[in-house]
């Protein structure tokens, strides 16, 4: 174990658009995400001397103070199966000198942490050892696969970063819901606030008084007996938003263990799911080199599409 002292750094062009709390996470080798998460809410960062917020983005000049830690000692890259380095190489769906969008798959973590040794960051970087600044774009949900967009330099992390602020970003998801959709198109405008359990799981609720805004529009692709395909495209990016709204509509998400019907889940593991169907379809957005459009579709996993087949045949 290794002890720093008490380190202003500061923010240079290289760094500037990053979130603090991805920032720390990188400077900080070796110490928990748990602990960097608990310095940053306890305020011992500090940025230009202010507390800040583990999703401020940093600007250029902006000096940042990190307390004195006791840091473990550099623990060796994670060491990928063969096989998962061969799906994750198969599930590459777009790559340039820039960018990366891989077709993430369900029950693979984004990043480590919370008992997890690593996610597909770590594995990406363990894999491709020249990407050296690959860093996550945004994120999915552990159980959630589909498009997962990767930023190859800092520079593009910067600028799609400030194109997801811009919402110039589109995200369309495929979800099954529980029970029988009524009418059409419907956009739901509910605030959400996320609330950490005792347990130190994180849980999402609609506060109309001190959630943060969050808007989804839904549309139905397919009504089956007792459940509906339906695709939900994200006005906003908020923790665990598409599984909350639906929620609130009374339509949750099937296999959702968080924020479904226990009932419902347990009547479709029997039908053959044995994950969240919840599935980011296509993803969209401008290149942050020249601004062109950029689409890239992921499609629907073996075990969801053989299911829904399964239901409409029934």
Known sequence: MAESGVRYLEIGEAEAGQRLDNFLLRVMKGVPRSHVYKILRSGEVRVNKGRAKAQYHLAPGDQVRVPPLRQADPSPAPQVSSW???????????????????????????????GIAWGVIEALRSLRPELRELELVHRLDRETSGCLLLAKRRSALRQLHADLRESAFQKRYLGLAWGKWVGGERR??????????????????????EGKAAATRFTPLQRLSDCTLVEAELETGRTHQIRVHLQALGHPLLGDEKYGDANANARFRERGLRRLFLHASLLAFPHPRDERMIRVEAPLPAELATLLDSLAGA
Do not use: F
């Not at 380095?85 to 919370?114: F, M, N, T």
């Not at 739901?188 to 008084?209: A, F, H, I, Y």
């Open 84 to 114: 998962l380095a061969d799906d994750l190489r198969q599930r590459i769906l777009y790559e340039d000198d820039r960018l990366l969008v891989l077709d993430k798959p369900s029950g693979l973590a984004v990043h480590g942490g919370s």
């Open 188 to 209: 739901v405008d509910l605030p959400l606030r996320k609330n950490t359990l005792r347990s130190g799981e994180r849980m999402v609720r609609v506060d109309q008084q």
